[in-house]
């Protein structure tokens, strides 16, 4: 029994190992179509900056400087994964006589604690680029509309295009085109009436015709006003003081428009209330 048990633990033992080295292999074929990848477009860039197409010498050097820890911080991180798949210690370093900010600075070591020290000030570095990039961005985003509109330029020459006012030279140092400052007539027209012209247009492409329809308008609920409100929810006079008020001699008499007066329907009132408290006495 002692043996079928070993059995069985040596066949799950080298299952488990049969799939992670299937799991492996399958990681390191991705990381090479990925490798193959990144070398195709490092060669297309550097062709390009061979061939002088990538100029930078008039944009932002926050940007530059932003790719180039980019490119460090993946690098060493490169670096320390095939270090420690050696076997290496990651202790080995060589420390720098001079502190990060100074111009004079040497470059580090080949030790893997070296790598570890550059990934470190990369990360730092990185962080305080990502806060002055979002001081930046309204400046970042003109040059990037600018260099997208550069294509058109030469239909903005001939008459097709107007462009806006070259406000990011004075930034970036270009030259400013002299066309560019020319009268839009486009600017003149009323962007009012343009929507007006474009709500005559139905669905599926169909025009209006000229013919004037008035809004409709949209159900809304009735909502009374406060003064009416309160009026209505206003407590009667009392009888009494109504009848105080009838009765006083200082003022003029008063009868209504039918000629009954207010009296009779006053006294009618209380006797029908004095009738009232009577019955239920005499129920008791």
Do not use: W
Not at 4 to 9: I, K, L
Not at 21 to 31: A, I, K, P, R
Not at 63 to 81: D, E, G, N, R, T
Not at 190 to 196: L, N, R
Request: with cysteine; hydrophobic share 30%; aromatic share 4%.
């Amino acid at each position: 029994m002692a043996s079928v048990h070993d059995d069985n633990d040596t066949f799950t033992t080298e299952s488990n190992t049969d799939a992670q080295v299937q799991e492996f292999c399958e990681v390191v074929n991705d990381m090479k179509n990925g490798l193959a990848s990144v070398r195709e477009t490092i060669k297309s860039l550097q062709e390009k900056h061979t061939a002088s197409q990538l100029d930078t010498k008039n944009g932002i050097s926050l940007l530059s400087l932003k790719h180039h820890s980019m490119l460090s911080y993946l690098q060493s991180l490169a670096l320390i994964s095939s270090r420690r798949a050696a076997g290496d210690s990651l202790n080995e370093r060589t420390q720098p006589t001079m502190p990060f900010g100074a111009p004079e600075r040497e470059a580090r070591g080949s030790g893997a604690g070296d790598r570890v020290d550059s990934v470190i000030e990369a990360r730092v570095v990185l962080e305080k680029i990502k806060v002055l990039e979002g001081r930046m961005k309204y400046q970042i985003e003109k040059l990037v509309r600018v260099a997208e509109e550069a294509p058109s330029a030469d239909n903005a020459v001939n008459g097709k295009i107007a462009l806006p006012l070259p406000t990011s030279g004075m930034l970036t140092g270009c030259p400013v085109d002299p066309l560019a400052f020319r009268p839009n007539p486009q600017a003149l027209m009323d962007q009012e009436s343009e929507s007006e012209d474009e709500g005559e247009v139905r669905e599926g492409g169909q025009e209006r015709g000229g013919i004037y329809r008035p809004p409709k308008l949209a159900p809304m609920p009735y909502t009374e006003p406060r003064a009416e409100k309160d009026k209505s929810r206003r407590l009667p006079v009392p009888s009494a003081l109504s009848t105080l008020a009838h009765l006083d001699p200082s003022k003029p008499y008063m009868e209504s428009t039918s000629g009954l007066g207010s009296t009779p329907a006053l006294m009618s009132a209380r006797a029908r209330e004095l009738q009232r408290m009577t019955n239920s006495r005499r129920r008791t």
